[in-house]
């Protein structure tokens, strides 16, 4: 129950691309859904998060689609760069800690 | 100012060995946060605690590992009698105050081999 599902693993988009990262919950005591960018050798850096009273949250290029009554939450990216090409975990957090889910590793082809 | 930081940063030790992994988080930092990271898995929660005070170590895998944070500022993760399934990222993070819509600030971890 406490487990965050995560598809796809892999994914690549040429420049330009809106590429949709996927998760999907069970436990309903959750109550923050972040997501987080990994450069190789770096830490996980958040980028974008919502609370479970919102539906949509947009920063930048970056959107976050939540469904509570289907329990999944969703990343896009528009109109991606190779820049963003990283690996991408979306997490929920229950009582302050963050369960993530296994990551999407990113490739956007210039 | 300073990130989260980690030392060391490598370590590689021999099974059986006892290890000390050292996080400093971000200044004033209120709550401190462990997890482990296997190569291409998203980090796992390990322990957290609020000031001093251990909050969770639901995610600890057995006894052989422990957390300590006796003054609320660094924390030291330490595992005992250290066996090759140990091996993998460690990473602290670090969060500004007790509210739970903040961010977590992640370190750049500590790789350990367990030979």
């Known amino acids: 129950q406490q487990q965050v599902k995560q598809s796809p693993q892999s994914l690549i988009v040429q420049k330009g691309g809106i590429p949709i990262i996927n998760c999907a919950y069970e436990?309903?005591?959750?109550?923050?859904f972040p997501w987080y960018q990994q450069f190789p050798g770096k830490g996980p850096a958040l980028l974008i998060a919502?609370?479970?009273?919102?539906s949509e949250k947009k920063e930048g290029r970056f959107t976050i689609s939540f469904n509570k009554s289907a329990k999944q939450f969703s990343l896009h990216i528009m109109d991606s760069q190779p820049g963003d090409s990283a690996t991408y975990f979306c997490?929920?957090?229950?009582?302050?800690?963050?369960?993530f889910g296994q990551g999407t590793e990113l490739s956007v082809k210039p | 100012g300073a990130g989260v930081s980690q030392s060391p940063r490598y370590k590689v030790t021999k099974r059986g060995q006892d290890v000390a992994l050292r996080c400093d988080p971000i200044?004033?930092?209120?709550?401190l946060y462990w997890y482990r990271q296997a190569l291409g898995q998203g980090p796992e929660f390990l322990t957290y605690?609020?000031?001093?005070?251990?909050?969770?170590k639901s995610g600890l895998p057995n006894d052989r590992f422990s957390a300590e944070r006796p003054e609320g500022s660094i924390s030291t993760l330490t595992i005992q009698r250290t066996e090759q399934r140990d091996s993998a990222m460690y990473r602290c993070?670090?969060?500004?105050?007790?509210?739970?819509?903040?961010?977590?600030?992640f370190g750049p971890g500590t790789r350990l081999t367990v030979l």
């Open positions: 919502i609370r479970p009273d919102v």
């Open positions: 993070a670090s969060k500004r105050d007790l509210g739970i819509y903040n961010e977590q600030f």
């Open positions: 200044s004033g930092h209120v709550s």
């Open positions: 436990n309903t005591a959750f109550d923050y």
């Open positions: 605690f609020n000031y001093e005070a251990q909050q969770d």
């Open positions: 997490a929920a957090s229950s009582r302050g800690k963050l369960i």
